[in-house]
Each structure stands twice: as C-alpha cells, then as structure tokens.
C-alpha cells in the first residue's frame, strides 16, 4: 500500500531487461561489433517507447539515473545557461525535495527562488503566478501530481502562462506518467522530469525530456565525460534498465485506461470502507483531480507514527519516502492552509496495477480497529 513511493517491476518489463545483463552486455557506446550495435539498438527501441508514452521525438529524451538526476539537470542546466538572461526561478511549496532542495541550492549560488504557496487542495493560484513572473525569471517548476498528496495541478494553465510571458517550462511529472495522457507538444511542456520504479520499471533510471524546438531548450551541462547522451549526460548507458523502461512505458501506453480503472476502483474502496468505518476522518488533495493510484487521509487526534507501528503488517507510510528519511514534518502538509489539523495525523496509501480487492479489504479491516484502539473507543463494525 505504499505504491507512491516505489512499484513492483512488472513481469514483462523484467523479462525484457534479463537479456541485457548476460548474453547482450554490450555497452551501447561501442561501434565497432556485434555487442556494441544490438544494445545501441535496444537504446534507440526504449528511447522511441519512452518517447511516445509523452508525444515527444526520440532525440529529447535524455536517459538519467532517475528522476532527482533529471530534476537537478532540469533546474542547474537552465540556471547556468541562461544567467545573461536572468536569475530568478519559479517553483512551489510542495515540490519534490530533488527540486526543493535543487533550488536552495542554487539561491546559496545567488539566484532568486520564489515559492508559490498551494490553496487547501494544494493548487497553485495562477494569478499568483503570472504576478511573480519578472524580467529576470528563467524557469517556472511545478510539479504534475504530488507523490503526498496526490494532487493533479493545472499544469496546461501554468504552461500556457509560461509560453506566453517566454519563460521555460519545466514539470516533475514523476507521479503522473504512465497514469495519465501526457503530451508535451500540445501541453507546451518544455521539460519534463520522469523516473521508471514509479511506473512499474526499475530503479535507477529515469530520463529528462528537453524541448528541441519552439523553443529549443539549451542546458548547461551538469556531468562532464564522454559526450553521451548529446553531450547533456556523460556516462556509459545502462542498457537493461533503459531497455526496462522503454518496456514499462510501452506497457503503460497499452494499458493506461486499464491500469486507470483498476487503481480508481481499488482507491475508492479502500476510502469508502474506511469512511463506513473510521470517524472524523477526511481527504487531503484534491478530491477528484488527483492521481487515480493516491490516497491521503488525516484521521483526527490519532498520532500516524503510532498507527503505522499498530499496523506493522502492513506498508504505510506517512509521507513520501525520502521526507521520511528525516523527523522532520511533511514540507507539503506544512504548506496546506490546514496544515495544524492534519500534520501528525496523516497517512498515505497508494494501490497499483497489482492490488487486488483482497488486499485492500484486508487493509480497511485492519486500520479500523487500530484507530479505535488508539482512541481509546470501541471500534465501529461496518
Ligand atoms: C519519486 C519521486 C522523485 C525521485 O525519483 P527518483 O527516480 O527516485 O530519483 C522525484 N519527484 C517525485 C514527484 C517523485 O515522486
């Protein structure tokens, strides 16, 4: 229940990639054999693949480590290429800590970062938005669907802001590819940070999608080496994981109306069963425009770090998982306007392509009674 987090590697991507480590160990860089051309070829099939999932061409698709790699590529490499153009940079409260902590970066390097706040769904305001956009902004970053929370923001809005006022566009639509139609060309994204272990690929790799032309996004940079990956990203491929990928978006394309479905109808089932069971518990985000997968609730006066522990049995997680690497708070719970009610007592629960029906009654069955005991009250009964 913590698929938010990371997922499953499908079987079909698993068994694309196995072929890759042993017999075909070829290093896509080498051109002078055998080896060397049927990974270069397994390279260009996933780069098409990952390619189609968003609308893009195969040339603007850039294979990193993930998508915390893509996001520091995405934000350094505009920082540093367009500093004659100017120095500020747009974001929001409730980013990604790759982008978060991207930007405080570069304002200990002398940019200027503005932090857009987020409404009670976690919406930027788009006039907000239009009002803090200056001579001197660079990049806009927002992200597509919140990893906490699991709002879908309105990105074609803020894209369409960015195009007019000729400020590049960047989204971490980690989150959201694979589960919802994403086209960079109609949508006018101009880059687009995406990872594979969020989409039933595996870890490790990730890609950025960088705008060639209208307008052609330059970027400085950010690994030095053998030029590969256009000169953006220097380092040997890593063939399995790429080819993984490629396979975990093909299958994504083929069955996103499924995979739709199914997360829906588990997520709702789990939250009506809840509801019928849990009081005075309520929804963070967005109560449709979020991702069909994420389910965030805060259940009052109960401390979610002692529930969780209650539940040991099962795989919860009160914020994303590299939030929870620290005791700090949650950053996107602090920055909803009713942060004092639900910080504390918020949990996250995210289903798959791979949940079923038993596993989430299962679940539902075991938080009622954990909630109650905690409370010091006798458990509802559905
Ligand atoms: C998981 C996640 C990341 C980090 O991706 P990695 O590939 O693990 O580096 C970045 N942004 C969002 C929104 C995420 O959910």
């Known amino acids: 229940m913590d698929n938010n987090a990371t997922t499953r590697v499908d079987p079909r991507v698993l068994g694309a990639m196995l072929p890759y480590f042993s017999e075909q160990y070829g290093n896509a ?48 490499g505009v920082a540093e290429a367009y500093a004659e153009k100017g120095n500020h940079i747009i974001t929001t409260a409730i980013e990604h800590k790759a982008v978060l902590d991207t930007a405080k970066h570069l304002e200990r390097e002398g940019k200027s970062v503005t932090y857009l706040p987020v409404d009670q769904y976690g919406m930027i305001d788009l006039q907000q938005l239009k009002d803090s956009i200056t001579e001197r902004t660079i990049l806009v970053s927002a992200m597509y669907g919140n990893n906490e929370i699991g709002t879908l923001d309105n990105i074609d809005e803020i894209a369409e802001i960015c195009h007019e006022r000729g400020v590049i566009f960047h989204t971490d639509a980690t989150q959201a590819i694979g589960k919802i139609p994403i086209n960079v060309k109609t949508q006018k994204i101009d880059l687009m940070s995406l990872t594979a272990h969020k989409m039933y ?85 967005h109560p449709t425009q979020r991702l069909s997968n994420n389910l965030s609730i805060a259940i009052r006066g109960v401390d979610a770090d002692a529930l969780l522990a209650s539940l040991s049995g099962v795989a919860l997680s009160t914020g994303s998982a590299c939030t929870s690497a620290s005791v700090a708070p949650s950053h996107v719970l602090l920055a909803l306007p009713n942060a004092a009610q639900v910080i504390g007592s918020s949990i996250r629960l995210g289903v798959s392509r791979f949940t079923t029906k038993a596993e989430v009654d299962q679940v539902a069955s075991l938080i009622a009674p954990a909630v109650a005991r905690l409370r010091g009250v006798a458990a509802v009964t559905p």
């Not at 060397?36 to 996933?46: L, N």
């Not at 993984?244 to 995979?259: H, I, K, L, P, Y």
């Open 29 to 76: 860089a080498s051109n002078s054999h055998t080896f060397g051309w049927t990974a270069g070829d397994a390279v260009d099939k996933a780069r098409t693949q990952v390619a189609e999932l968003i609308g893009a061409d195969p040339s603007e698709i850039i294979f990193t480590s993930g998508a915390t790699e893509a996001d520091n590529l995405a934000l350094k």
């Open 201 to 285: 690929g595996p870890k490790g790799i990730g890609a950025l999608y960088v705008r060639r032309k209208e307008p052609r996004v330059r970027l400085a940079l950010q690994m030095d080496g053998g030029g590969h990956e256009h000169g953006m990203r220097s380092g040997t491929l890593n063939v399995p994981g790429i080819v993984g990928f490629g396979e975990a978006c093909q299958v994504c394309s083929q069955e996103m109306e499924r995979d739709r479905a199914h997360t829906q109808g588990m997520r709702d089932r789990l939250w009506e069963q809840i509801q019928a069971t849990v009081p005075d518990v309520s929804l963070n985000g």
